[in-house]
């Protein structure tokens, strides 16, 4: 968490510093203008200024359009994800569809279904309709999912350093996992490199073995979700094929 704080720091400090030289060399210039003297020369300093700020504005106007955490953080490497998930990325959006929700046998499913009533998962096996709302900021990365009608999965995505050294921290509830991100063949490919339930680090040996993806088939998005134990196997997954719903951010 406190890298996390300072991550976010660090980037309101580099607006901060952008913003300062900006106004400080507009004094320099002021006093180079009033210097010289005349009134001439001070009309065309503040016509100099009023094109600066609109251009700065202009471009702050399509920062905020194109980047965001994510692109921010995979820098051009961006460029590797599937052309739709670029934009599902730059823009956010809204997929619905359908999920397979499976969980292990005997003791490893009820360990699963456990563990899907601390994320808001639907602690039975079932086929139910699924979405899931993806939206961006600055510094974070936020997905709301919904299984059925009233199950609930919402999860924020810090981003900390840039692709390939840095990693994102993403909280669901009480569990904070530390994950990076592979691309193989434009999916994107979440890989677990820790775990914490609150305070409490989880050792390696027992975290689960995290299968997570996501890629395009056929114009469409395909999503899977399995988590297995050591000694138990497959405890709980999900999967599915899911549609970007037209307008929806």
């Known amino acids: 968490m406190r890298n996390t704080c300072r991550n976010i720091r660090r980037v309101r400090r580099e607006d901060q510093r952008h913003q300062i030289a900006l106004v400080q060399g507009c ?28 251009e700065r504005q202009r471009q702050g106007t399509r920062l905020t359009a194109t980047e965001n955490a994510v692109t921010r953080w995979f820098g051009a490497h961006f460029d590797a994800l ?3 998930l670029q934009d599902l990325h730059r ?34 096996s079932a086929h139910v309709p699924f979405e899931v709302r993806i939206t961006h900021t600055r510094d974070t990365l936020q997905w709301d999912r919904r299984f059925g009608a009233d199950h609930w999965m919402p999860s924020t995505f810090i981003p900390i350093g840039v692709w390939p050294s840095g990693y994102w921290i993403e909280r669901t509830g009480r569990i904070a996992l530390r994950l990076t991100v592979d691309v193989i063949d434009g999916g994107w490919h979440w890989r677990c490199l820790g775990a914490r339930f609150g305070r409490v680090p989880i050792p390696l040996w027992l975290l689960p073995r995290t299968r997570a993806h996501k890629c395009v088939r056929d114009g469409k998005y395909v999503f899977h979700v399995g988590l297995a134990l050591p000694l138990f196997g497959n405890v709980l997954s999900y999967e599915g094929t899911l549609e970007a719903v037209p307008g929806a951010a």
């Open 27 to 54: 004094q320099r210039a002021g006093k180079q203008a009033i210097g010289i003297g005349g009134s001439h020369v001070s009309s065309v300093f503040l016509a100099i200024i009023a094109q600066k700020l609109a």
């Open 82 to 84: 599937h052309p739709l």
């Open 91 to 124: 823009r956010g959006g809204t997929l619905r569809g359908s999920v397979d929700i499976r969980f292990g046998p005997g003791l490893a499913g009820w360990l699963g279904r456990r563990l899907a009533h601390n994320l808001g998962i639907p602690s039975r």
